[in-house]
């Protein structure tokens, strides 16, 4: 499964709402994730199962959508939140991770 | 506290092996899958692997089938083992704990450092 992410890059101000898409090549049902990974850090996973927060992950990250088009919403852009974002799908093996959507800070 | 802490990595000739390694502490890491996920230099995660927490079924990717194989030698341990190495296998590996307990795999939730692999000539 081919996951394609949009925009490679998003350049916002503080405050801005952003929004990132993830579209799949075929249907991944609900069994997608979104992690979030800044320079020289691990991967943080921000979302699973497409809407539901992981621990700790603060309520302006929101994820929608099923089938085969989801987005990561950020309500409120943070300077914190310059990363870069990653859509992941375990509905089938191999599993496999979208490459990436660039958040900059106008 | 969850911890993963991988091993193993360095420079490596193309057609050599390798071995890598994963140990997990702060949880029941027999419980769960274990992911091995990959990065190139300046490049996107590359999902790699996948063995379960009872080490009896493992998922590869299909650019390392074949070539990668991946076990669970104790509860805390997974290894990774590399061979055929190619140039494109260069990166920083990362294992990583799976979110579902006693499922087969889900998302990853806890994330080593990465050990940084180099494949040259």
């Known amino acids: 499964i081919v996951l394609t992410q949009s925009p490679a890059t998003l350049s916002l101000s503080p405050g801005e709402r952003g929004t990132l898409s993830c579209r799949a090549s075929q249907s991944v049902g609900s069994h997608l994730a979104w992690y979030q990974q800044k320079p020289g850090q691990a991967p943080r996973l921000l979302i699973y199962?497409?809407?539901t927060r992981a621990s700790g992950v603060p309520v302006r990250f929101s994820g929608s959508g099923s089938g085969t088009d989801f987005t990561l919403t950020i309500s409120s852009l943070q300077p914190e939140d310059v990363a870069t974002y990653y859509c992941l799908q375990y509905y089938n093996f191999p599993y496999t991770f979208g490459q990436g959507t660039n958040l900059e800070i106008k | 506290e969850v911890e993963l802490v991988e091993s193993g990595g360095g420079i490596f000739q193309p057609g050599g092996s390798l071995r890598l390694s994963c140990a997990a502490s702060g949880f029941a890491s027999g419980d769960f899958s274990t992911h091995w996920v990959r990065q190139a230099p300046g490049q996107g995660l590359e999902w790699v692997s996948l063995?379960?927490?009872?080490?009896?079924?493992t998922f590869y990717a299909d650019s390392v089938k074949g070539r990668f194989t991946t076990i669970r030698d104790s509860a805390n341990s997974v290894h990774l083992y590399m061979n055929s190495l190619r140039t494109e296998d260069s990166g920083l590996y990362f294992c990583?704990?799976?979110?579902?307990?006693?499922?087969?795999?889900?998302?990853?939730?806890?994330w080593g450092r990465g050990t940084l692999v180099t494949v040259s000539s």
């Open positions: 990583a704990k799976d979110r579902t307990r006693y499922g087969t795999g889900s998302s990853a939730d806890f």
């Open positions: 199962e497409t809407s």
């Open positions: 063995i379960t927490g009872d080490g009896i079924y």
